[in-house]
């Protein structure tokens, strides 16, 4: 368990300690203040995530067992898990993911996907399948470089394989697109294997 992890645990009791009197001023400022302790918004983020989860098992915990109609620990878990969610959001619009320098596309590599993309919706549109859902799915992903190798080819292998459970394109389609896509790229692909779905 990490500082952060070990932190989030201990701080959800501190969190709910006054069950009746918390009020949403309250319970934001509690947050506002724990979060100081962060300097990283992804250490944030990690944090709210945590107390996230840790909040909805004990609100389930706990109606497994209560028999009130109108439960006081559910809606202070309730009312934590607006302000939490709140605050996931504030943080998102200032965090910016940066992947690890070995993991970010070259200038040049983006430039080869793009031209890339660009070929394959020519080639799905001469070969009669220009539907408008495979051209915005493809596109998308000339938007998401900045995600890294990894996750870039993670995304696309959702996409694809989306595309091909909701039988937009058959499965020889949507290999030969991952394949294509994915030269050059071993290093980031080993772990994604477009035949696992």
Known sequence: MNIVEKEARSFIDEFYNDLRNNSLEKLKSQLTLKLYDFTRN?????????????????????????????????????????????????????????PKSNDAFTSAEESKLHSKLNEIIEKL??????????????????????????????????????????????????????NNLSEGFAEAVKSLNVHQS
Do not use: A, P
């Not at 944090?47 to 915990?61: P, W």
């Not at 995304?155 to 020889?172: A, C, D, F, I």
């Open 42 to 98: 992804r250490d944030k983020l990690d944090f709210l995530k945590i107390l996230r989860e840790d909040t909805l098992k004990e609100k389930e915990n706990h109606l497994k067992t209560c028999s009130k109609s109108i439960c006081d620990f559910e809606e202070e878990r309730n009312l934590g898990i607006f302000v939490i969610d709140q605050e996931i959001e504030e943080v998102n619009k200032y965090y910016s993911f940066e």
């Open 125 to 178: 549109n001469k070969q009669g399948l220009g539907q408008e859902i495979i051209f915005e799915e493809i596109e998308s992903l000339k938007n998401h470089f900045n995600l890294g190798k990894k996750t870039w080819f993670q995304l696309l292998k959702g996409k694809v394989v989306e595309l091909m459970l909701k039988k937009v394109l058959e499965e020889t389609i949507v290999k030969e697109i991952y």
